[in-house]
């Protein structure tokens, strides 16, 4: 069985505003074959305190609150510069590996500075996603971010929950269905971690945080050396770029207020979250 040294490369998928319930009610076949054969945390799982989307994926991938990176408002301010702090991208680079972002909105440009991105490509909607991800497991990488627009966009439209909001998670679903199959068909798969998460859920037509829902993201490990197993403690959303750069061996960064999950790996969970670590 392959184990956490075999990891070569890390894929983190985000459906923006994926709630973790509406994986199953889609539903959202591939996806839930991970979710059974990994680690995941279908209550524990939470984003920040702004439950919105650039604020939410730079705290995925930088491994800090809000107010450490910077990104305060959910639209792309080039006089703001890019998000702060040590990110998963930065440090994959810095070690020499291939690094790959393909987003649905543009605005995510500012999750990561231009020369950490190796490829930078925006496409929209599900065909463009798969053309554009497919492409990039033909050359390979060893980090990849994948993002999809369409649960939130249909979410804001129809309603979280609604059945235009689960025709895309299906479309999506059915786009990692193809990236899974390539990856098998490379002979890749066993030495790639899969990462699928959420910057927020929602709630009727909206994921302002009047509601739980709003909150809660969905957050599903699957790869070698990963332990299947619910994860019962608190994660954030902050605790992904640094679990993820744990599995690519980068070195950890005191600056984090995120944690790597070492138990998805059946290694000891030394410390958790006591606490909401960011200011309120």
């Known amino acids: 069985m392959p184990s956490k040294a075999d990891i070569k490369r890390v894929l983190i998928i985000s459906y923006d505003g994926l709630r973790p319930d509406a994986i199953d009610e889609a539903p959202m076949p591939n996806l839930m074959t991970l979710r059974d054969g990994g680690a995941h945390a279908p209550l524990t799982a939470r984003t920040i305190d702004y439950p919105a989307t650039s604020p ?48 649905s909105k543009d605005k995510l440009r500012q999750l990561a500075e231009p020369e950490t991105t190796d490829v930078f490509e ?8 798969q053309k554009a991800a497919l492409a990039q497991i033909e050359a390979d990488f060893n980090l990849m971010f994948i993002h999809f627009a369409t649960p939130d966009n249909r ?18 679903d059915e786009v990692l269905g193809e990236i899974i199959k390539t990856l098998k068909d490379k002979g890749m798969y066993d030495s790639t971690l899969i990462m699928v998460t959420a910057d927020h859920g929602g709630h009727d037509t909206n994921h302002i945080g009047l509601l739980i829902e709003d909150y809660r993201i969905t957050w599903i490990v699957s790869g070698p050396g990963v332990i299947p197993q619910v994860i019962d403690f608190q994660l954030y959303t902050f605790d992904t770029g640094p679990t993820a750069a744990y599995a690519l061996g980068l070195p950890f960064q005191e600056e984090w207020d995120g944690i790597p999950v070492y138990k998805i790996f059946g290694e ?10 960011c200011k309120t």
Request: proline share 5%; hydrophobic share 40%; aromatic share 14%.
């Open 155 to 172: 979410g804001h439209k129809y309603g979280w929950m609604s059945g235009e909001y689960f025709k895309v998670l299906r479309a999506g």
């Open 56 to 103: 939410s994926h730079a705290s995925m991938l930088t491994g800090v609150c809000m107010e450490d990176h910077g990104v305060i408002y959910n639209k792309f301010f080039m006089y703001m510069g890019y998000a702060k702090g040590p990110d998963v991208f930065q440090l994959a680079h810095e070690a020499g590996l291939k690094t790959v972002m393909i987003v």
């Open 122 to 129: 925006v496409a929209y909607g599900e065909p463009a996603i």
């Open 268 to 277: 000891p969970q030394l410390k958790i979250h006591e606490k909401y670590p």
